[in-house]
Each structure stands twice: as C-alpha cells, then as structure tokens.
C-alpha cells in the first residue's frame, strides 16, 4: 500500500504523502518538527493539536485539516486515522487500512509517559515503519522521575550560590517538559523567543503549560537573580547569554548518554532526557504491533534492522528517508522552531 519515494511515503490509492521532504498536493503530517512538517505542501492533515503549530511555523494561512485521535477518514477507499504517538504535544502514529493490509506510521515516537504529550498507542498491524534514532544498546534512559529530580537539584545547588540555571533544549517538545519541571523550583523562568512564542501559542490554544518571561533587555532589567533561562540549541555560546551571568548551563538530551556528548557541546551539565524511544522502548513498540515487516527509516537503521532480522525474524529493512534528529535542524534559523 505505501511506497517510499523520492518525495516521501507515499500511498497512491489514497493520493497521499506521509511527512513528504518534498512539496506535494496532499501530506499527513506525524508531528510539527521541522523534518517531518516542511513548507511547500498545497494541503495538510495533522491531529487536532498540531494545527496552530504547523500554522506559527509555516504561516497563518497554511490549509489545513485535522482529526482528533481515533477519527477516521476514507480516501479512495483507504481508511486512514491519527493515533498517539507519545513523542511531543499533537504528536500520531497514522494508521492506513485497505483491503485488509494495515500499515502504521509511526514518525517519532517513545514510551515514557512524559505528562504533557498524550502517551504512545500500540497499533497491530502487518507493516511497522520505525525511527531508531536512539537504536542502539548503549541507549537506555534513565525514568522521567529520576531525571527531574536530578535537575531540580542542579537548579537548587545553583539558587544556593545565587547562579542562574540555563538549560538547553529544543523549542518544541523537549522546552515544554523543561518548563513544567522547572517551574517546581519556584523562582522565575525565562525564555528565548523560539520558545515563548511555542509556549504562548500552546496556551491559547487549551493547554495547561506554566508560562515563562520573554527573556528581552526590558524584562531582565529589574530581574537580580537567581532565574532559570530556557534556551534552544542555537543560542547556547552566543553573546545573548552574557545578559545571564552568572550563570551553568545543562543540555538535555538523550545524546548526553554518550560519552563526551557534555564535553562537546561545551556546557556544566548534562540530563538524559529525551522525546524518542530508547533501545528498550523501540524492542517494545515494535513487538506490540505484531506487524512481521518492519521498515526503518532514520537513526541507526541498518544496524536495527538487521538486529530485528537476526533476533525476531522480521522482515526488517532499512528505507530511505530526509529525516534527522531535529535537534541539528530546528531553531538553527533565528525565530524558527
């Protein structure tokens, strides 16, 4: 039923791309990342909660239709619906029926409940297509309860020798989990632009998030300290920070398992905290679907795919796919998220 192409995945019965790398007539859209949700599109279809994402990143005019979890839509015959996938606010799996052939794609995705994103859905279904971003053994995160802890008393160390906290993560996902953690600390929260501007706009539209201070000349005038600043990865060394000092700065990441992964984004501190799905969490979701051909399209693919091949005797393989961890694409363009 699903095709992988020079465009995107495409289904042809249903005249329709799965987060296309290229412009096309029709796209579904997994989530509002920048490698999965690209301009260009003449006519998108996203979760309900995507939608004023898509439209701040890709302009207020942008045509586009939403589902709620669970509707379903017939296209020509197919049967499509939006199911959770647990990665980011408004975040889905897309479940594709046809003649009896289920197909799900997942995009990104990961198990651990984070609070703020609805938790992963598994879908049976005889074609899985995966990330494996984080496909490797090595990658096992620690639980979301362990690493607030440890960030709260990172914050607090530095309250107590009167330092600003500065934590690094991306604008949309990883800044939301970071602020309702934060905010347990009890002293103001700043924010990089990409940022307020993702925060505010997910408040207008219904959900229950702390709200933070545009970090602006204005705003940090009268502000002695000791805050916590949110930025994304493109501020971090930039000359915008010297407003903050004192100040430690902490990366959040599952990256930060590596070793060397703090020492090369040159910060204090590193937390493991992370949107996709972990060794452990990828072995799960995929042995939930039942599904017998697996298709692996960014990450550690090879080596994942031949893991499931010798291990689970799946019909496992590696596809082409211009998707990458946002983290190196997202706000890297100022005001972008």
């Known amino acids: 039923m699903l095709t992988f192409n020079d465009k995107g995945i495409y289904c ?14 029709r796209a579904i859209i997994t989530h509002a990342h920048a490698d999965h949700a690209r301009p260009g599109n003449r ?15 890709l302009g207020e005019e942008t045509t586009i239709q939403s589902l709620a979890y669970g509707e379903e839509i017939n296209l020509n015959g197919v049967r499509i619906s939006l199911h959770p996938a647990g990665h980011i606010i408004g975040s889905a799996q897309i479940r594709l029926s046809y003649r009896g052939e289920i197909w799900v794609v997942s995009g990104d995705y990961k198990l651990q409940n984070d609070g703020i994103s609805t938790p992963f859905e598994p879908i049976p279904c005889h074609h899985f297509v995966t990330e494996s971003t984080f496909g490797l053994p090595i990658f096992r995160f620690p639980s979301p309860s362990v690493v607030e ?15 600003n906290s500065i934590l690094i993560g991306y604008s949309l996902g990883k800044a939301q989990r970071l ?3 934060v905010a347990k600390a009890g002293i103001p929260i ?33 502000q002695q300290g000791p805050y916590i600043v949110i930025i994304p990865p493109s501020a971090l060394g930039s000359t915008w920070m010297k407003k903050f000092t004192p100040y430690e700065t902490a990366y959040c990441s ?28 990828l072995k799960a979701a995929v042995m939930a679907t039942g599904a017998e051909n697996i298709y692996v399209t960014h990450g550690y693919k090879n080596i994942y ?9 799946l019909k496992a393989m590696e596809v082409y796919a211009q998707y990458e961890d946002h983290l190196l694409i997202e706000e890297e363009r100022d005001g972008a998220i």
């Open 12 to 25: 042809a019965q249903a005249g329709i791309y799965i987060d296309p790398w290229q412009p096309v007539d």
């Open 254 to 281: 599952g990256w930060m398992q590596l070793r060397g992964a703090r020492r090369r984004r040159n910060v204090n501190r590193g937390f493991i905290l992370s949107d996709h799905a972990d060794w452990e969490q």
């Open 179 to 181: 602020i309702e953690i």
């Open 149 to 163: 802890r440890e960030i709260l008393e990172w914050v607090e160390n530095n309250r107590q020798h009167t330092i």
């Open 305 to 313: 795919a031949k893991w499931l091949q010798e291990n689970f005797h």
């Open 43 to 57: 006519r998108y279809l996203c979760h309900g909660d995507s939608t004023a994402l898509l439209k701040l990143r």
């Open 190 to 222: 700043y924010a990089h632009g990409a940022i307020y501007r993702v925060q505010q706009r997910l408040i207008e539209n219904g959900h229950q998030l702390h709200p933070v201070i545009y970090a602006t000349a204005e705003t940090m005038k009268s």
